[in-house]
Structure formats: C-alpha cells, structure tokens
Nanobody, 116 residues
Framework: QVQLAESGGGLVQAGASLRLSCAVSGRTFSNYVMGWFRQAPGKEREFVARIMWNEGSTYYADSVKGRFTISRDNAKNTVYLQMNSLKFEDTAVYYC?????????WGQGTQVTVSS
C-alpha cells in the first residue's frame, strides 16, 4: 500500500502563489508515476500534472503549463505542486495520486480557493 497526504491548500487572491505538498509513505514506490489532479464544484476530476518518480520527467495539462511546476524530493518522499499566477478557475480540490500503469492510490485532497 501507498499512503498519500496532501497539504498546503488555502484561500488566495488571483495572481498569488501556493505550493502544495504530498507526503508519500508505504511500500517502495520506485518506478511510480506521481500525479496531481483537481476537481472543481460540479465538474469532473481532471489531470493537472505528473512526474516520474525515478527520472523526474514531467507532463502538464495545457491549462496550467507555464504556471504550475511539479517536483519531487526523494529524500523527503514528497511531491510538490508549485502554483503561480493563480486564476479563479484554478479553484478546486487538489488530489495527489500514485501508481504504475494506473493511478491506484489517492490522497484525500486539499482545497484551493482563488478569489477574483
């Protein structure tokens, strides 16, 4: 099993920055893909970004490219999502996820609210 715990959400004004953290524990998760997803009220959960735990390659949704950065700290077993130039439409519950072929493990989410 892999346990994921998100933190760092909050209420900010448009244009501000936030950094989300995802603490990872449990079985070895080398060769895993770590991802961030979000779900806004009344909408489907959507992909935000992902990083390969081993080599660190990243991929982003077009909606956040250039504003968000995903990274990981192997020593701290933590994945981060640095969010800059936040927009009202970034308001959502943000989830951390992990897996190999599929995202099998999910955190409970952290709320990000951006006021316009």
């Amino acid at each position: 099993q892999v346990q994921l715990a998100e933190s760092g959400g909050g209420l900010v004004q448009a244009g501000a920055s936030l950094r989300l953290s995802c603490a990872v524990s449990g079985r070895t998760f080398s060769n895993y893909v770590m991802g961030w997803f979000r779900q806004a009220p009344g909408k489907e959960r959507e992909f935000v970004a992902r990083i390969m735990w081993n080599e660190g390659s990243t991929y982003y949704a077009d909606s956040v490219k250039g504003r968000f950065t995903i990274s990981r700290d192997n020593a701290k077993n933590t994945v981060y999502l640095q969010m800059n130039s936040l927009k009202f439409e970034d308001t959502a519950v943000y989830y951390c996820a992990a897996g190999r072929d599929v995202f099998a493990y999910w955190g409970q989410g952290t709320q990000v609210t951006v006021s316009s």
